[in-house]
């Protein structure tokens, strides 16, 4: 059954460096979505993707996060300069049709830990 | 906030017992999504509910949906010691064409052998 998978599983950091995250979506799949979660919280909406550029992104989404589709396989966040506080489980998720309509089906997260 | 919360926040039942787990929000919704959390890992997409539908089934899972009472139900019967795991019910919007979902705090299920 085809997934969404995430590299790397785990990624530890000093504060003040970029870091990458990598996601390939389902292939078929149009819309995407990065999502984040800090130990003990709820997942939180970080950003969604379509038609190459971004749709919607949230309040955390500021100008130290990117996200990019570089071909037609891969879609990554980016984290310029990282915080402590950015120290979360980062999930990426992809979605077939119409996003408001169809189900959303994520990875297996990044855990981002920033010293 | 548009956000789902799940009620209990801790759920603890024997092997065989029927779990359930509720779910309410405040808006009005597209559509309301189930998914189960193992200790730090992913998210498995369980179940999609539309608005216009009241109940769905999948294999042992039902999920309910009131739109008038803004609440959400999801059964898990017979359960088994693998299904122990955290479970979240996440929302979109009405009119969401953009699918930002508002997820729960989730409900902490533990099922003993």
């Known amino acids: 059954e085809p997934e969404v998978t995430q590299t790397p599983s785990h990624q530890v950091t000093q504060m003040g460096q970029e870091v990458i995250l990598r996601c390939v979506p389902i292939?078929?799949?149009?819309?995407f979505y990065w999502y984040r979660q800090i130990l003990g919280q709820k997942v939180e909406f970080l950003v969604s993707f379509y038609n190459n550029e971004i749709s919607e992104k949230s309040e955390i989404f500021d100008d130290q996060f990117s996200v990019e589709r570089p071909d037609g396989s891969n879609f990554t966040l980016k984290i310029r300069s990282t915080k402590l506080e950015d120290s979360a489980m980062y999930f990426c998720a992809s979605s077939l049709g119409l996003a408001g309509y169809n189900e959303q089906f994520f990875g297996p997260g990044t855990r981002l830990t920033v010293l | 906030s548009q956000q789902g919360e799940e009620d209990p926040q801790a759920l603890s039942i024997q092997e065989g017992e029927n779990a359930t787990m509720n779910c309410s929000y405040k808006t009005s919704i597209n559509n309301l999504q189930w998914y189960r959390q193992n200790s730090g890992r992913g998210l498995v997409h369980l179940i999609l509910i539309r608005s216009n539908e009241r109940e769905k089934h999948s294999g042992r899972l039902r999920v309910t949906l009131d739109t008038s009472k803004k609440s959400s139900s999801l059964l898990i019967t017979a359960s088994r010691a693998a299904d122990t795991a955290s479970y979240f019910c996440?929302?979109?919007?009405?009119?969401?064409?953009?699918?930002?979902?508002?997820f729960g705090r989730g409900t902490q299920l533990t099922v003993w052998p």
């Open positions: 292939s078929n799949h149009l819309y």
């Open positions: 996440a929302i979109i919007d009405r009119g969401s064409t953009l699918g930002r979902l508002y």
